[in-house]
């Protein structure tokens, strides 16, 4: 038993470090992006820079889940079940909200959008676990 709780602390270490390296790859080419005067494939690179660093973090992610006893398992799918609706509903709304008004594009691209999804899935984590734990 604990082994398994070892190993569990050292995957989660490896998602945290895999997720921060993403962060700051991404904020990274976000910085450079604004950066007027580069080359469009220059531009390019910058933009593809986060992909690496996330494929990283979703491998070692799905490969912490793989760790965890039947209850985390339970609680991360849970919190999936909820983030996935709730993102449909905001992006479809959002969707219908753009024919009605004008939205503003530097506070409603996918540049900000996209950012809800963790915070989604956030939110069904912390309602599983209060729910299982």
């Given at each position: 038993?604990?082994?398994?709780?070892?190993?569990?602390?050292w995957?989660?270490?490896k998602?945290l470090?895999a997720?921060?390296?993403?962060?700051m790859?991404?904020?990274?080419a976000l910085f450079?992006?604004?950066?007027?005067e580069?080359?469009v494939?220059v531009?390019v690179?910058l933009?593809?820079?986060p992909?690496?660093p996330?494929?990283?973090?979703l491998?070692h992610?799905?490969?912490?889940l793989g760790?965890?006893d039947?209850?985390?398992?339970k609680i991360?799918?849970e919190a999936?079940v909820i983030?996935?609706?709730?993102m449909?509903?905001?992006?479809?709304?959002l969707?219908?909200?753009?024919?009605a008004i004008?939205l503003?594009?530097?506070?409603?691209?996918y540049?900000?959008?996209w950012a809800?999804s963790?915070?989604?899935?956030f939110?069904?984590?912390?309602w599983a676990?209060r729910?299982?734990?």
């Amino acid at each position: 038993m604990k082994q398994s709780i070892a190993n569990i602390g050292w995957q989660d270490s490896k998602v945290l470090i895999a997720a921060f390296v993403w962060m700051m790859t991404f904020f990274v080419a976000l910085f450079g992006l604004r950066q007027t005067e580069w080359a469009v494939g220059v531009k390019v690179l910058l933009a593809l820079l986060p992909i690496v660093p996330f494929a990283f973090f979703l491998w070692h992610f799905v490969n912490s889940l793989g760790n965890m006893d039947e209850l985390e398992r339970k609680i991360h799918l849970e919190a999936l079940v909820i983030a996935f609706p709730l993102m449909m509903l905001f992006l479809m709304t959002l969707g219908l909200m753009e024919l009605a008004i004008d939205l503003n594009p530097d506070d409603w691209s996918y540049r900000q959008v996209w950012a809800f999804s963790p915070l989604f899935y956030f939110i069904g984590l912390v309602w599983a676990r209060r729910r299982y734990l």
